[in-house]
């Protein structure tokens, strides 16, 4: 196994992260410097920062995140998504954000390799989200939306598709994860996200998942 992968599986870094972390001198494989591109045998030792490595198996769950949780360990007063999780799964990090007000599929993983190919945005993964609309959606300004709709931190294009006749709940497909894009989007022409659900993150659909509720991917 190439060293970087090693180190990413071992530590939740990305294979980025972790060919930096070798060329800064921070990773060392049998008490001498690493070298990018090594090939690790079972019997290394290795370590980052002065810390042994031991080679982890990875693992990937799927959260249904309810209401009112926050993306974080620290929820500074609000509780965090690691209450809904036994201790074992603590370790685990997060691959993209769902705001406080926003519910549905979390992924959290210790595989740095996965989590960069899911948020890179080279990678161009699909997130999927049901929203409810405090009104209908005009026809022009669904037009509007899926062409582009500027926002301070750029153009923002939702891909739309009804899912009730009186055009107030949308399946709302994004390729980007601007913070609360969504909602910034709908808001920047007059309407109001009053639910925010997100059911599929590339490959990874949430099902029939309840609230509060987690299993492996």
Do not use: C
Not at 96 to 110: A, C, Q, Y
Not at 198 to 207: E, I, K, P, S
């Amino acid at each position: 196994m190439r060293i970087n992968r090693f180190i990413a599986q071992a530590s939740g870094l990305s294979r980025r992260a972790a060919d930096q972390a070798i060329s800064d001198g921070r990773v060392r494989v049998n008490g001498k410097p690493a070298q990018t591109g090594y090939d690790t045998q079972s019997t290394d030792v290795i370590s980052l920062d002065g810390k042994p490595l031991a080679q982890q198996t990875t693992r990937t769950i799927l959260l249904n995140k309810p209401v009112g949780y926050v993306v974080s360990r620290d929820g500074q007063g609000a509780r965090t998504i690691y209450e809904l999780l036994p201790k074992d799964l603590h370790g685990l990090k997060p691959v993209g954000r769902l705001d406080k007000d926003s519910s549905g599929l979390i992924l959290l993983t210790n595989d740095g390799t996965l989590a960069n190919q899911l948020t890179h945005p080279s990678q161009q993964k699909e997130k999927v989200y049901e929203a409810s609309l405090d009104k209908a959606l005009a026809w022009d300004d669904r037009t509007a939306i899926e062409k582009g709709v500027k926002l301070d931190d750029g153009l923002s294009a939702l891909r739309l598709d009804p899912l009730d006749p009186q055009g107030r709940i949308w399946r709302v497909t994004i390729t980007e994860g601007r913070n609360r894009q969504i909602r910034r989007t709908f808001e920047a022409l007059g309407y109001k996200v009053t639910k925010l659900h997100r059911t599929q993150f590339g490959n990874y659909a949430l099902g029939k998942l309840d609230p509060g509720m987690h299993q492996d991917g």
